[in-house]
T-cell receptor, first 118, second 111 residues
Framework: GAVVSQHPSRVICKSGTSVKIECRSL??????MFWYRQFPKKSLMLMAT?????????EQGVEKDKFLINHASLTLSTLTVTSAHPEDSSFYIC??????????????FGPGTRLTVL | GQQVMQIPQYQHVQEGEDFTTYCNSS?????IQWYKQRPGGHPVFLIQ?????EVKKQKRLTFQFGEAKKNSSLHITATQTTDVGTYFC???????????FGTGTRLQVTL
């Protein structure tokens, strides 16, 4: 149980295009999903917290117009990188906290999406 | 803002040797979690510590939470090649529900 999927796993796009990444909780309902960014050999940096049916809360320094987050249902959150540039190339990972879990419980991570912007 | 540092950044051991990574937070934590990320993979939850001074064991892994709830450690006894990966601590502060990940310790184990 507690499986989180991400799609696509890899994407290569041209500079200026937009890319949508999907994060799904497959066998549980997730009231909260988190989006992280990870550079090679670096730690995970939280970008935003997404609650179902409400606007995402962005971390300081993360442009909300650049990284659009939608949490339309209890099993799906999407991250859209708008007008992508080479500096947006990174590993994007989502995680989900189960509806049955308390606020201090573990997060279940998706397999990540590697974005390369040419 | 809250910062969570880990040392060492990288450690290379021979199989059978012990390994320890230390995690230090700039603020008091309500709990701390540990994750393992294999090369090319995603973080996988290992354990959660909540109480001051708590010690938990999982087979060859021993986790400790400091008395002041600002530091933690992960000790692996007799490492195996399957232990290779990056170990992250991640802390929750106060009533916040978002994790702050540590800088990570990359472990390499060779025969």
């Amino acid at each position: 149980g507690a499986v989180v999927s991400q799609h696509p796993s890899r994407v290569i796009c041209k500079s200026g295009t937009s890319v949508k990444i999907e994060c799904r909780s497959l066998d549980f309902q997730a009231t909260t999903m988190f989006w992280y960014r990870q550079f090679p050999k670096k730690s995970l940096m939280l970008m935003a917290t997404s609650n179902e049916g409400s606007k995402a809360t962005y971390e300081q320094g993360v442009e909300k117009d650049k990284f659009l987050i939608n949490h339309a249902s209890l099993t799906l959150s999407t991250l859209t990188v708008t007008s992508a540039h080479p500096e947006d190339s990174s590993f994007y990972i989502c995680s989900a906290r189960a509806r049955w879990a308390g606020p201090y419980n573990e997060q279940f991570f998706g397999p990540g999406t590697r974005l390369t912007v040419l | 803002g809250q910062q969570v540092m880990q040392i060492p950044q990288y450690q290379h051991v021979q199989e059978g040797e012990d390994f320890t990574t230390y995690c230090n937070s700039s603020t008091t934590l309500s709990n701390i979690q540990w994750y393992k990320q294999r090369p090319g993979g995603h973080p996988v939850f290992l354990i959660q510590l909540v109480k001051s001074g708590e010690v938990k064991k999982q087979k060859r892994l021993t986790f400790q939470f400091g008395e002041a709830k600002k530091n933690s450690s992960l000790h692996i006894t007799a490492t195996q090649t399957t232990d290779v990966g990056t170990y992250f601590c991640a802390g929750l502060a106060g009533t916040a529900s978002k994790l702050t990940f540590g800088t990570g310790t990359r472990l390499q184990v060779t025969l």
